[in-house]
């Protein structure tokens, strides 16, 4: 990496950022050091759940954002520079070594992450219920959920002995890859893993095709999620004409066939209040790590009409949302 890209990247848009975050602290205004494994904006949920909370941005409060642009080596020299910044609370998005950078750097500043692994297994609280020390959070364990989406995925496709789970090569993505080979064993289908090695997804749904996987798990990685990507693995899918259920709604709003993902309102409003809480002098390890409990079933009728696909009753009756 050239010298200039990885001040790019460290800065992860500090330059701009920079004025606003300044005057805050000159007008001691609280400043949240917002931390990501991926590229991206602070979510519209978070930043409503935060004006709920008393806390507008630009008014009584400012961010600062690092993105680390999927270079974890990045995280840890990300953590110290919001430290140097004297941000109030820090929040991790995207993986749980953005938070266990942040935990590393600090024992004193609050701490906010959103992951999808156990949060005890990474060493980031003493436990779900009492977390102790200065971390906690939201966590969207994938074990129930790849059972559903397995399930609904087979409701769909009854006949497939062969799932795919497309995954990513990396040992925090282990536990999401057991997950997914446990639900297909409970259902007696053959998960077939195919994993995304240097971003050749062609190669990887290459794979999928020649097993003939009669449908797909897409794992839920922050990768996947950038739109280039996304866009990549919706193209590959319709063009292998592989039934596919996603982790996030933006799939199927983007003409995935179905998506079952918790409710951002449920996870980000979850963060934004527990920001505030701590901003407002409350402890973090008196705040319990959160499981979301609302999650959304999304159906694309015109992806299902494109792989002639026929649709359930049940499935359509168990949908929070129907894309025509």
């Known amino acids: 990496m050239r010298r200039r890209d990885f001040i790019t990247l460290l800065g992860g848009g500090a330059a701009a950022a920079l004025p606003l975050s300044a005057r805050a602290q000159r007008s001691g205004m609280p400043v949240i050091g917002f931390l990501g494994l991926g590229l991206g904006s ?28 999927f270079y974890e080596s990045l995280l840890p020299v990300q ?49 779900f219920n009492r977390p102790g020390g200065n971390v906690t959070g939201v966590t969207m364990l ?22 795919g789970y497309l995954s990513a090569p990396s040992p925090v993505f282990e536990e999401q890859r057991d ?5 297909g064993r409970a259902l ?8 995304v090695h240097d971003l050749r997804f062609e190669a990887a749904f290459g794979f999928l095709a020649e097993q003939q996987a009669g ?5 839920d990685y922050t990768l996947f999620s950038q739109e280039r990507y996304r866009d990549k693995i919706l193209e590959l899918a319709a063009h292998h004409k592989i039934p596919a259920i ?38 973090a390890g008196n705040l319990p790590v959160i499981q979301p409990t609302t999650f ?29």
């Open 179 to 183: 997950n997914a080979l446990a639900a």
């Open 42 to 69: 602070a979510p519209p949920e978070f930043l409503r759940g935060l004006d709920e909370g008393g806390y507008v941005l630009g008014r009584n409060l400012a961010i600062e954002f690092r993105w680390a642009n």
């Open 215 to 219: 449908g797909l798990l897409v794992g």
């Open 79 to 127: 953590a110290v520079d919001l430290l140097r910044r004297q941000v109030a609370v820090i929040v991790t998005t995207g993986s749980p070594y953005a938070a266990r950078a942040a935990k590393d750097t600090t024992s004193t500043i609050p701490i906010v992450f959103v992951i999808a692994e156990d949060p005890v297994k990474y060493g980031l609280v003493a436990s």
């Open 246 to 283: 996603y982790a996030s709604r933006d799939y199927a709003a983007n003409g995935g066939l179905m998506s079952y993902a918790a409710r951002p309102r449920a996870v980000w409003g979850q963060v934004a209040d527990y920001t505030a809480r701590l901003l407002k002098g409350e402890t």
């Open 296 to 324: 959304d079933f999304v159906i694309n009728l015109k992806a299902a009409r494109e792989q002639s696909l026929t649709v359930s009753l049940s499935l359509l009756t168990f949908a929070a949302e129907v894309i025509e």
């Open 142 to 163: 994938t074990t129930e959920l790849t059972g559903k989406r397995l399930e609904l995925l087979l409701e769909l496709v009854r006949g497939a002995t062969k799932i």
């Open 188 to 195: 007696g289908r053959e998960i077939i893993v195919s994993e």
